[in-house]
């Protein structure tokens, strides 16, 4: 009576490995989530980001129009390093830039910026 226990093993041990497979899409959707909402509110608070003063993007709140209205982030950025860099120092793009170098200048700390690439990336 050996086989069947083995066979018995060899199926929880399938349905312990498929139960953390569909588990973990879940939990990395929901981590994305959770910084992509952090990111916005970072974005829109007039003493941190404050990209809204200057950039219109969709659901904008009375946009500024300073800089181009963000869209299409993916297809424009598709490196996302370039985008984070854009938003850390965007005068190495452009010296002449109005935009603020939020990282250059730490109005915003690297995990700030990270919260709003990862926000932008989404418009
Ligand atoms: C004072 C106005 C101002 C503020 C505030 C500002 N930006 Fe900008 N931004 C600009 C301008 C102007 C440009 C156009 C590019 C240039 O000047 O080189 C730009 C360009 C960009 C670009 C590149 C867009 C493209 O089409 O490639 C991104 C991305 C961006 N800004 C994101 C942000 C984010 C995110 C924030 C908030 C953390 C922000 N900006 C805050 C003025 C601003």
């Known amino acids: ?3 069947p226990a083995k066979l018995i093993a060899a199926a929880s041990t399938v ?5 953390s497979m569909t588990m973990l899409p879940v939990q990395i959707a929901s981590a994305d989530e959770d910084m992509v909402k952090a990111g916005k509110k970072l974005a829109e608070d007039r003493k941190k980001g404050n990209c809204t003063a200057c950039h219109a993007y969709e659901g904008a709140n009375m946009p500024g129009n300073i800089g181009p209205p963000l869209v ?3 297809a424009r950025y598709p490196d ?6 854009q938003i850390a120092d965007p005068t ?4 002449n830039t109005l935009m603020p170098p939020f990282g250059k200048h730490e ?3 690297d ?3 990270k919260l709003i690439t990862e926000w932008v990336y989404t418009l």
């Open 111 to 113: 995990k700030d910026i």
């Open 92 to 95: 190495k793009a452009n010296p």
């Open 1 to 3: 009576m050996r086989k």
């Open 15 to 19: 349905a312990v490995l498929l139960g």
């Open 72 to 74: 299409a982030m993916k």
């Open 107 to 109: 109005i915003l700390s």
């Open 80 to 85: 996302k390093q370039k985008l984070y860099e």
